[in-house]
């Protein structure tokens, strides 16, 4: 069955290492993340945006797809269902169709609207015993249409967010969604320890995981990073196995490509990439 996020994220900060949230948009991808998530033994994140919310009808087809896995699949690791950048109406229609853990990006609104919204939807996530992510300072790059120029987030403010009894913090350092441009400037560790150091035990959350460097994500882990999202990385891997099954000319009959066989060198892809991402983040052998 599904988790709250909470537990495994309070005992990978304790343990100095992170959960992959994987982000998931059809029945492939979940079924790959799930079954990679089993054989290394490792605690997972099923992330799910409001487009891919909408792509797949609704979010209670994809929890009713989530629970089915689960159960069909035997997965005995802890699984958590996400809403990933969620607005504050989307919070609570997840938090109605059975997700185990919603984000709310307040980071648009001025601080006092963010905190007002945040402590509204801590209540309602609690009483259900979901968890619940909420974020200060933009990620920068697009996500879902949403494009943000990146920054890094005030540590009193994330204070302030994070006092309202939130389970884990988002707060931009200089980290953007999708392929990083050769001018990044890098992660702000200055932000991350002073941000840690002000919430304490609060698991902290690294958005746009794709293309930041090993040593670099070894490093916010080492500062309290318990949570690092991924997404890009499987887009890309997905996309290029796929294109490769096409090219390689599989419909020599004629008859159209079979949509379970054309699909599959993707899934495989994703799955490498997964447990790549977990032996980086070490939380595989975890659960």
Not at 125 to 152: R, Y
Not at 225 to 237: P, R
């Amino acid at each position: 069955m599904l988790v709250s996020a909470k537990e495994m994220l309070d005992k990978a900060k304790a343990g100095h290492y992170a959960v992959g949230q994987f982000n998931i948009n059809n029945l492939e991808w979940t079924k790959a993340i799930l079954q990679t998530a089993q054989e290394c033994n490792s605690p997972v994140i099923l992330g799910v945006s409001e487009g891919a919310g909408k792509y797949m009808t609704g979010y209670k087809t994809v929890v009713g797809m989530v629970n089915g896995m689960l159960e069909e699949l035997n997965i005995t690791v802890p699984v958590a269902l996400h809403l990933d950048h969620g607005s504050y109406d989307h919070c609570y229609k997840c938090i109605e169709a059975g997700f185990s853990s919603i984000m709310f990006d307040g980071s648009h609104y001025p601080i006092e609207e963010n905190v007002a919204k945040t402590k509204e939807l801590v209540a309602a996530a609690h009483e259900k015993g979901i968890s619940i992510e909420a974020e200060v300072g933009s990620i920068g790059g697009e996500e879902d249409g949403v494009v943000g120029m990146g920054e890094c987030a005030d540590p009193n403010e994330c204070k302030a967010i994070a006092d309202l009894g939130i389970d884990f913090l988002a707060a931009g350092i200089g980290n953007i969604h999708g392929k990083y441009p050769a001018n990044w400037a890098g992660l702000s560790f200055e932000t991350l320890d002073a941000i840690q150091k002000l919430t304490g035990d609060m698991p902290l959350v690294l958005h746009g995981g794709t293309g930041i460097p090993a040593d670099m994500i070894k490093k916010a882990i080492s500062l309290g990073v318990a949570k690092i999202n991924v997404n890009t990385e499987c887009q890309l891997s997905f996309a290029a196995a796929t294109r490769e099954y096409i090219e390689a000319g599989k419909d020599k009959e004629g008859k159209g490509f079979d949509p379970r066989k054309l699909l599959a060198p993707g899934a495989e892809a994703i799955k490498a990439t997964v447990k790549e991402k977990m032996e980086l983040f070490g939380s595989v052998g975890k659960a």
